[in-house]
């Protein structure tokens, strides 16, 4: 595997192809180079006799020389003092050509002017190849041949590496790919990954991005969730071996959401966008392949949820009322940032007749207090996903998210004896000692935040709920996403 | 021929062995280790008095939270005061 550019011979340098009509043109030039006495080496990307009158002519049809001294055009003459380029020229120009040889005059009988060919190094059926093979060095992951007949997505069955489903064959080429989409070196340690607290780099995260089928420029939201899911804070570890249904939501905000084609409206929490599908999946991969963590060893769950596969949605920013989430949160206003909450679900909330805020207010509050258990309170979090069509009935009234919020909370402070153990035939519930004469909230502060997004018609909002919130549990944990 | 890159931690953990079973449980001190799960008090209670009726000391530990592995001060401080510890899940 060549990695170091090999250094060039002083005086001229042209890299030429025979498949060039350019190169054949000036392939008589480059003879009037070599017979006045200066020192010139050609260097030759397609056929090794090509141009028939000059020596030295060195074959270059592997492309190493051309690939490392970055040659994109045929033919390419180069100046060349003690190994080291001084100066380029593309194509011919005869002025150029003149100037750079300190010959004249060259080329007499040909136009002053012709544009060069694509070099054989740029040709995009080639590069991933090329990049595999010079640049594969870069890559620090154990390698594996697959023989002849193995089929190479079977084999990611087999080594346990899938969620269940097939996945994109990391192979040297699509991983440099995908590293493209980052300015992170590959080796920088971007998390722990828990369980086995493993230090994660960006390369494996980019390994498991193109397994989970994501584009190059998805990856710095890849390494913002899973630089997230790491912190104590969101509690990784904690979310993958509960017995609960819960995963990691990925709500992503700012300006990279719509860069990169991401689903903030019609059906956003379902299928069919591949950023919103993929993203999701990059990060459980993670925590799968590099943490260990996977169904039946450290992940417990008795029944798990469809969204532990992936979970992954944008705020609509553009149609919402209110401030995003991520400016909620303390970011600027054009930040890019994840934000990791640790749910399932969505539940439905079904309301297309309230026309006031405040009865719709009280549509939502009715649904929330039944998350989890309608007798439980105080425990965990969710997420309010507010429709466009729900949320105009707010924005028309002038209310904003506060004011919702604070209306919900003043709704969900729920009479003791309604939630006690016991209280209305039902054993689950609060100890009596906590609940007697007093109003519980349902949620703590902080654990219920509330999103804009999904299509323009429907009055329906959603509930993702939440595991156990707060230091206890798994608190919203947000990062920016960083280029 | 394919080539694809590991895309797992590529760990190889050491193993090491188990601790002895210590041959009985007189004039030992077991820690109690309650993970704050509900009811696990219950099961700790009753483990307790039946250790203690055997000869054993009993020291009780108590995790911050069940959902996060026990700090690693605690861990040490188990280590350090006890000959074996039990942890309770329950529910």
Redesign the interface.
């Known amino acids: 595997m060549v990695s170091v550019a090999p250094r060039l011979p002083d005086g001229l340098v042209a890299v030429v192809k025979r498949d060039c009509p350019t190169c054949c043109l000036v392939a008589p030039v480059l003879g009037e180079i070599a017979a006045g006495g200066r020192a010139l080496t050609v260097y030759t990307q397609d056929d090794p006799e090509f141009p028939p009158a000059v020596a030295p002519r060195i074959d270059d049809h592997e492309l190493v020389v051309s690939w490392h001294h970055h040659i994109e055009t045929v033919p390419t003459l180069l100046r060349v003092e003690h190994g080291v380029e001084v100066a380029r020229t593309e194509g011919w120009s005869r002025a150029d050509w003149e100037a750079l040889a300190g010959v004249t005059p060259l080329g007499a009988g040909l136009p002053p002017h012709r544009p060069g060919c694509g070099s054989r190094s740029v040709d995009p059926s080639l590069t991933d190849a090329l990049r595999a093979r010079f640049e594969g060095d870069r ?1 620090r ?8 007949v ?1 089929d ?1 997505i079977e ?2 069955f087999e080594r346990g ?1 899938t969620d269940g489903l097939p996945v994109v ?4 080429a699509r ?1 440099l790919r995908m590293l493209d989409g980052t300015r992170r070196a590959p080796d920088e340690v971007v998390a722990v ?1 828990p369980p ?1 607290l ?1 230090p ?1 780099t960006v390369e ?1 995260v980019a ?2 991005a193109v ?1 989970a089928g994501c584009k190059p420029e998805y990856l710095p939201v890849v390494l913002a969730a899973v630089e997230a899911a790491c912190t ?1 804070a969101f ?1 990784m ?3 993958l071996c ?1 017995t609960f249904f819960s995963g990691p939501v990925i709500i992503v905000n700012g300006p990279i959401a719509a860069r990169i084609g991401m689903n903030s409206g019609l059906n956003c929490l379902g299928q069919g966008n591949r950023a919103n599908s993929t993203i999701g999946r990059a990060l459980q ?1 993670v925590i799968r ?4 963590g996977a169904p039946g060893g450290i992940d417990r769950a008795t029944l798990g949820s469809p969204g532990k596969h992936t979970f992954c949605f944008a705020e609509d920013e553009a149609g919402s009322p209110w401030q995003p989430l991520s400016v909620e949160r303390g970011f600027a206003a054009g930040a890019s940032t994840v934000t990791l909450f640790a749910g399932h679900g969505p539940s439905a909330i079904v309301d297309q007749i309230s026309r006031t805020p405040e009865s719709l207010a009280r549509t939502f509050a009715v649904k929330l207090r039944a998350a989890f258990h309608p007798k439980l309170v105080m425990a965990m979090g969710a997420v309010l996903v507010v429709s466009p069509e729900h949320a105009r009935v707010f924005a028309a009234a002038g209310w904003s998210k506060a004011r919702l919020r604070a209306e919900l909370d003043a709704l969900l402070m729920i009479d003791g004896a309604e939630l006690a153990r016991g209280a209305g035939g039902i054993d689950e519930g609060v100890p009596a000692q906590l609940a007697a004469g007093r109003k519980l909230p349902k949620f703590l502060p902080g654990d219920l935040a509330i999103v804009h997004a999904g299509g323009s018609a429907g009055m329906f909002s959603a509930i993702i709920e939440g595991w ?1 919130s707060g ?4 608190q919203l944990t947000t990062r920016e996403v960083i280029a | ?11 190889r953990p050491v193993e090491r062995p188990r601790a002895p079973r210590p041959p009985a449980l007189a004039g030992k001190t077991i820690a109690l280790l309650d993970i704050s799960k509900p009811r696990g008090d219950v099961f700790l209670e009753r483990l307790a008095a039946l250790l203690v009726a055997r000869g054993a000391t009993v020291r009780r530990y108590t995790k ?6 026990a700090p690693a001060d605690l861990r040490r401080q188990i280590a350090e005061d006890c000959g074996a510890v039990i942890e309770a899940l329950a529910d």
């Not at chain 1, 992951?141 to 002849?148: D, S, T």
């Open positions: 890559l992951a154990r390698r594996i041949e697959l023989g002849a193995e190479e084999t990611a590496w064959p990391p192979t040297p991983v990954v086995d493993v994660v494996k390994i498991n397994m104590d509690n570890h904690g979310l509960t991969l392949n590099i943490g260990g156990v230091a206890r549990g798994s | 021929m394919t080539t694809l890159l590991d895309p797992t931690s590529e760990r911050p939270t069940f959902t996060k592995p």
